[in-house]
């Protein structure tokens, strides 16, 4: 089936320093991906939806200017968190919808990154 | 707003025997719906996907059902094995498939 990596696993940062996500379909091109934030022992949730070319549609509540998302390309996508803090820190799992979506409806998770800001 | 509900949060059963999850959600106009696997630390391993026109999927031990009118899903796993321990994610999506609401998961341990 088809693979979504996301690099890095795991990252440790300070808190006030800029860490970037990356996000990429490997075996398909994905015109749309999504960005979710995992807390401990909750549900996933939509953070926004970025589409290749375009600007992200970020949910309600999630600020634009501290997650800015760039898709850049049909099989990148990436999540900088700016100016980090400890509140920050969660499991950020991306997922890429195929670009014969409407045929397939199906969309493919990464396996997630760890962030924890210090 | 569309809410998933999962009950129960947490379920421990021993090797062998069958088990039921549940799911709920409040806006019976989803496009489909879709069980999912998470390991500790991992990303979500898609399980069963049902269309909204469809009542039920199944895959080896696993058996997905969806009433849509009533809002409910039920994901049922036979003769479990420990390795099936991990927790169980249900989510249902609108809109030609380009949002997911997400429950907030059933923990599953098997026990040998």
């Known amino acids: 089936g088809a693979v979504v990596s996301q690099h890095p696993s795991r990252v440790i940062c300070k808190s006030g320093t800029s860490v970037k996500i990356e996000c990429r379909s490997l075996?398909?091109?994905?015109?749309?991906m999504f960005w979710y934030r995992q807390f401990p022992k909750q549900s996933l949730m939509l953070m926004a939806t970025s589409n290749e070319g375009s600007k992200a549609t970020y949910e309600q509540g999630v600020e634009k200017d501290k997650f800015l998302i760039n898709h850049a390309s049909l099989t990148l996508s990436t999540l900088t968190v700016t100016s980090a803090h400890p509140e920050d820190s969660s499991f950020y799992i991306c997922s890429a919808r195929d670009l014969a979506g409407a045929a397939t409806d199906t969309q493919y998770f990464g396996p997630g990154t760890r962030l924890t800001v210090l | 707003k569309q809410e998933v509900t999962q009950i129960p949060a947490a379920l421990s059963v021993p090797e062998g025997e069958n088990l039921v999850l549940n799911c709920s959600f409040t806006d019976s106009a989803i496009y489909n719906l879709q069980w999912f696997r998470q390991d500790p630390g991992k990303g979500l391993t898609s399980l069963l996907l049902?269309?909204?026109?469809?009542r039920e999927q199944t895959s080896g031990r696993l058996n997905a059902s969806l009433d849509k009118s009533s809002g409910r899903s039920t994901l049922y796993i036979a003769a479990s094995q420990p390795g099936d321990s991990a927790t169980y994610l249900c989510a249902v999506t609108e809109y030609n498939f380009n949002k997911f609401y997400f429950g907030s998961g059933t923990k599953l341990n098997v026990k040998p």
């Open positions: 075996d398909f091109q994905a015109t749309t």
């Open positions: 049902i269309q909204s026109s469809q």
